[in-house]
Each structure stands twice: as C-alpha cells, then as structure tokens.
C-alpha cells in the first residue's frame, strides 16, 4: 500500500509556456501532499505544502504565482510552473502524507526540461 | 534553521559493510530517515528511527544514533552492486499532525565488482 504516482514522469517543454504535473496517491487518502524541487547533485529542498481544500503554504523564496499548487481532492495535488524558463529545469519530486503524522511516501518525481 | 550534512561520496568493494554517516543540527527532530534514490527516480524509504532509540536493525540495514552528539549512521551489511544508490539522511520534528523534511545533500554510494 501507500503509493504515489507523478504524471508526467519527463516533460520537455519550450521557454514560456506552462507545465501542469500531477500528483496522485493511488491506494489512501492524503490532506497533505509536498511538493519539492531537486537540482543536479543537491538535496530536496522542500517548495510547499498543500492541504486539501486550502491554500498551499510556501517556503521562502519560492514564487507562488509561479510555481501554483491545487489540492483539489484527498488523492490528487497539481504543480503548475508557469511561464516556464530554462532555471525551472529541474526534477520535481511529490510527497503524500499519511496517518495522524503525516508518514510520507514519495512520488517518482518529474523530469521538467525547459528549452 | 535545520542542517543536516552527509559526506558526499563512498566507494566500498561488494560483500564489504558500508557505512554512510549524517550529522543534524535540530535538538528537537522527533524521527530520522534514510531514503535511497536510484537514478532518475524518486525517493524510497529503507528505515526510519524514533528520536528515544538508539539502535534499529532491519534485515542488511542497521541505523545508529547518537542523540547526544547529533549523529545519524546507516550501516549496509555484505553491500551489493544493487544497492549502489544515493542516500539521503532526512529530520523531522511533527507538530500539528503536519510535518516537514529537512533533508541532507546526499551520498552517493558506489560498489565496486
């Protein structure tokens, strides 16, 4: 039990335009789901949290209007990155959290190149 | 804020113990993780360890921690090419039923035939 998936698994895309990424916890229910961003030979560093129903909470530095979250139902979250440039190039990892501590179970992660 | 630090590289020889240490900054983390990444992939998690152990053993994998010197070791007995992977040490610390990793940087670890 507790899996994640992450559609698309890689996304080449042009400078500009938008970038939808899907997070779905297939077998439970999740209120809160993580998204984080990982750079080439660096850790994950934590972008936001999104409870379902409400508005995502950002870390610093992280631009919310570039980078919007939707937690729409217990089982799905999205990243849009919007307006997307060659920096956004990244792998974008999600987390659902489960049971009363919020136990998370990672996605697959998501290849995003921007030419 | 959090830190948690790991040594970047390890190369071991199959059949030898790996051991990939993790330092943490955070008094208050209430359960540390190791998660493996293979590449291109996501994260898996091979153990975790409550804040008030010392000790936890599952299988090839022993996790050592010493509270007091803030220090987080996993050790991979009789190590196989399969396990030649990055490894991230992770902290966290519940509150409100919601809580956040902190990660390390990685160790990417390297079996040698």
């Known amino acids: 039990g507790a899996v994640v998936s992450q559609h698309p698994s890689r996304v080449i895309c042009k400078s500009g335009t938008s970038v939808k990424i899907e997070c779905r916890s297939l077998d439970f229910q999740a209120t809160t789901m993580f998204w984080y961003r990982q750079f080439p030979k660096q850790s994950l560093m934590l972008m936001a949290t999104s409870n379902e129903g409400s508005k995502a909470t950002y870390e610093q530095g992280v631009e919310k209007d570039k980078f919007l979250i939707n937690h729409a139902s217990l089982t799905l979250s999205t990243l849009t990155v919007t307006s997307a440039h060659p920096e956004d190039s990244s792998f974008y990892i999600c987390?659902?959290?489960?049971?009363?501590?919020?136990?998370?179970?990672f996605g697959p992660g998501t290849r995003l190149t921007v030419l | 804020g959090e830190d948690v630090e790991q040594s970047l590289f390890l190369s071991v020889r199959e059949g030898d113990s790996s051991v990939i240490n993790c330092t943490y900054t955070?008094?208050?983390?209430?359960?540390l993780y190791w998660y493996k990444q293979e590449p291109g992939a996501g994260l898996q998690l091979l153990t975790y360890?409550?804040?008030?152990?010392d000790m936890k053993q599952d299988q090839r994998l022993t996790v050592l921690l010493n509270k007091k010197d803030k220090h987080l070791s996993l050790r991979i007995a009789d190590t196989q090419t399969g396990d030649s992977a990055i490894y991230f040490c992770a902290e966290s610390h519940s509150g409100a039923g919601s809580y956040q990793l902190t990660f390390g940087k990685g160790t990417k670890l390297s079996v040698i035939p």
């Open positions: 360890i409550f804040s008030n152990m």
């Open positions: 955070d008094s208050s983390s209430t359960y």
């Open positions: 987390s659902a959290g489960r049971g009363p501590d919020n136990e998370q179970f």
